[in-house]
């Protein structure tokens, strides 16, 4: 079994923009009721974009990348 995650959103945070939505190009996250939420059927596919464009910090990945120099 694969554990599935998914980007954390702060409602609290959240001011609605839709800028996360827009950038979202595999549709795991949607608008409802004025703020970002996760949509439980898609799959995330980790590229970020969503936490980049969140002005608020309202949305986070629970990972962390991290690049080795040679």
């Known amino acids: ?27 795991a ?3 409802y009721g004025g703020v970002a939420v996760v949509a439980e059927t898609k799959e995330c596919t980790w590229c970020t974009y969503c936490e980049a464009v969140c002005a608020t910090g309202a949305l986070t990945c629970p990972f962390e990348i991290v690049t080795e120099g040679k």
């Open 1 to 27: 079994m694969t554990l599935l995650q998914m980007p954390v959103i702060d409602q609290k945070k959240c001011d609605g923009c839709g800028l996360c939505v827009n950038v979202c190009h595999c549709s």
């Open 29 to 31: 996250l949607r608008m």
